[in-house]
């Protein structure tokens, strides 16, 4: 079996145009929603990132503010900076990119963020309302693969998904989202005893663990769906995922590719959780 190619772009910018448009329509009633990223030191890859995101505000048409900050920046002045954009009326989402230095407290700087404009979702109150089923807003990667995983048409009511990898940007609220939909769910971490007898029993495999291609043809289901969030690069200076795509590709029934798959819909769902933040200050939404 060939598993067909689940097309992340084509579905992420499906929904980028609907967010324009939805921009377009509040901007007509003078509320341009504002999305604030803040990037501390230089790190190659989250540089990457945060480019990528304040590009594709700019093209749905929402105002987006990036404030880089020294890596040596105190606790104290990032708290502060946070602060003032808690305190801004142009800006609804605030995301700061992580990973943070080592002498930066994550959490402290997330639980700083106003729970209400924490478009990322990492927020104790954001998380908490999740695991409880009453989100405001859903982490980003998580919220794209359930829009992939919907717009795939995969029945998750009763499946078997196993989820590879616990961070709390990733594999607890995936699971929290694959539970709400109906769906038993196993979450394995670096210490699973016996990982492939966990992951061949997924009918839907979400892996996200950044360690480049662990997971192989021979630990899938056939027919299963597999998601792969991993973005690695290789010293060849290649792109890979979490999966083995070649193997993977011959036994499940559809699979995520890197790139092109997950990635473009976590900065789509960053999008439409912005421009719901731009709603709800304005009371146009509960
Ligand atoms: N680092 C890797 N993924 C993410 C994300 O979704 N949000 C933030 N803020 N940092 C990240």
């Known amino acids: 079996m060939t598993a067909r190619i689940i097309d992340g772009k084509l579905l992420s910018n499906a929904i980028k145009e ?28 989250s540089s990457v990132y945060v480019r990528n995101k304040a590009a594709a505000c700019e093209k749905a048409g929402l105002h ?18 946070v602060r003032g954009l808690n305190a801004n009326p142009r800006i609804h989402g605030i995301l ?11 959490a402290k700087v997330i639980e700083t963020i106003a729970a209400d404009k924490d478009v990322d979702g990492f927020h104790i109150s954001n998380a908490g309302l999740l695991m409880t089923g009453q989100p405001l807003f859903r982490p980003c990667t998580p919220y794209g ?14 499946a078997e998904a196993v989820v590879v990898g616990a961070s709390n940007i ?18 394995c971490n670096s ?11 997924a009918d839907v495999l979400v892996v996200a663990t950044g360690r480049p291609e662990m997971i ?38 559809a699979i995520t590719p890197v790139p092109g798959g997950v990635g473009p819909m976590t900065i789509a769902m960053l999008l439409v959780n912005t421009l719901e933040a731009a709603e709800r200050s304005a009371g146009l939404r509960v």
């Open 18 to 45: 609907e967010v324009a448009q939805r921009v377009a329509t509040l901007k007509t009633n003078g509320l341009t929603p504002g999305l604030a990223v803040v990037l501390v030191g230089e790190d190659p890859a």
């Open 191 to 201: 210490k699973t005893r016996d990982l492939p007898a966990q992951t061949r029993r």
């Open 145 to 158: 693969i359930m829009k992939m995983l919907e717009s795939e048409g995969v029945a998750l009511r009763g």
């Open 216 to 253: 192989t043809g021979d630990m899938v289901k056939p027919g299963a769906v597999v998601i792969d969030v991993g973005i690695n690069r290789l010293p060849d200076g290649r792109l890979t995922g979490d999966v083995e795509f070649a193997s993977a590709s011959q036994v499940a029934s």
């Open 64 to 81: 987006s503010e990036v404030i880089r900050l020294q890596a040596d920046i105190t606790e104290t002045a990032l708290l502060d900076v």
């Open 96 to 106: 700061v990119q992580l990973p943070l230095p080592a002498h930066l407290d994550a």
């Open 170 to 187: 990733v594999g607890k609220p995936m699971a929290m989202l694959l539970l709400a939909a109906g769906a038993t769910v196993t979450i």
